[in-house]
């Protein structure tokens, strides 16, 4: 077990998930934003710290499904990196932020999309010419992005070291915990962001559905099935959900990993957590009693939280420099 003790008011699963969600710190980043054009035609945003040295490690941040350098989780790894030496790089997948002019949303990201996020990595090093060593991060669907990436890339990815957070390892599961109990209301907020941005784009002639039959959807299952699967050459839900989840990779990682992830996550069941027989020698795993969902809030005094999770992130990299 990692040494995270949760917050004592704090207690269960989902006010760890939410508290940070419903207040939180106040950060000014001064971000500066970037547009990457793809081989396809589509962008990637791209959002970085201001830190003027350009000599410093680069952490590339991986946000989860509709997040975005706005989401309180990605600002406070930036802003701790930036307190503790590095360069961070906020890659946002295909189609966030939201509405965004520039993008054009050729087709949706999902949980294992990793081409994207290779052509990124290449990017860094054969245009931006970046020689400081790179770290990467992703949170919840961009960590199981970034772990199923380490373990299917046979050549080098220039990645020094890795951490995952909060990660659906088994898509099937975690689908079918998010349809279940009060994870239903994190299902139902997600889906909602997801429609809207459909709507917005107007794709249903590529989905063969009409607005109403959208509307109707009411778990991952049937979004997966009928959106995710489609546009992006997936037989369907099933198969998409097989070959995307990170958990089958685990175990052909090279690169330094540590995965942090809480029983109580209330995004995947816990039999989806993978254990040493799992993983490769280069995979640490921290496994934590409590924390929720990208949550580990710890502190003594009630509403004065303190923030484990970056802290542990930052000490990982700054130990693998």
């Known amino acids: ?25 106040k950060l000014n980043l001064n971000l500066v934003r970037e547009f990457l054009e793809l081989p396809d035609g589509d962008f990637l945003v791209l959002d970085w710290t201001s830190n003027k040295q350009e000599n410093l490690p680069l952490i590339v941040v991986l946000h989860g499904l509709e997040g975005s350098s706005d989401s309180y989780y990605i600002k406070r790894i930036m802003s701790a990196a930036q307190k503790n030496n590095f360069r961070a790089v906020c890659m946002h997948f295909r189609g966030c ?15 294992g999309q990793t081409a994207d996020v290779q052509f990124f990595l290449n990017f860094l090093i054969t245009k ?21 990436l380490l373990g299917e890339y046979k050549e080098e990815i220039f990645i020094k070291a890795a951490v995952a957070v909060s990660v659906p390892f088994d898509l099937s599961l975690s689908a079918d915990r998010m349809n279940t109990g009060f994870s239903k209301i994190y299902q139902w907020w997600l889906l909602r962001s997801l429609k809207k941005k459909l709507k917005l784009i107007n794709i249903f002639k590529d989905l063969e559905i009409s607005e109403l039959e959208l509307k109707k959807i009411k778990s991952f299952w049937q979004f997966d099935d009928k959106v995710t699967a489609k546009l992006n050459g997936f037989i369907n839900v099933h198969d998409y959900y097989k070959k995307s989840s990170s958990k089958q990779y685990l175990k052909f990682i090279k690169t330094s990993t540590l995965i942090i992830h809480s029983i109580d ?9 993978p254990n040493v027989n799992d993983v490769s020698a280069s995979v640490e ?3 934590t009693s409590a924390g929720g ?8 005094i009630p509403f004065f939280p303190k923030f484990w999770l970056e802290q542990r992130i ?6 693998s420099k």
């Open 128 to 148: 931006l010419k970046i020689s400081q060593p790179i770290f990467a991060v992703g949170f919840s669907l961009g960590a199981n992005v970034l772990l199923k």
């Open 285 to 287: 795993l921290e496994i």
């Open 97 to 111: 932020p939201n509405f965004n002019k520039k993008i054009k949303i050729l087709k949706t990201y999902h949980a």
């Open 314 to 319: 930052v000490q990982y990299f700054t130990q």
């Open 293 to 300: 969902h990208v949550g580990f809030v710890t502190g003594n």
């Open 265 to 273: 996550d209330p995004f995947l069941y816990p039999q989806g957590i």
């Open 1 to 25: 077990m990692a040494h995270f003790k949760p917050a004592w008011w704090l207690n269960n699963k989902h006010l760890q998930t939410l508290f940070p969600v419903l207040l939180p710190q």
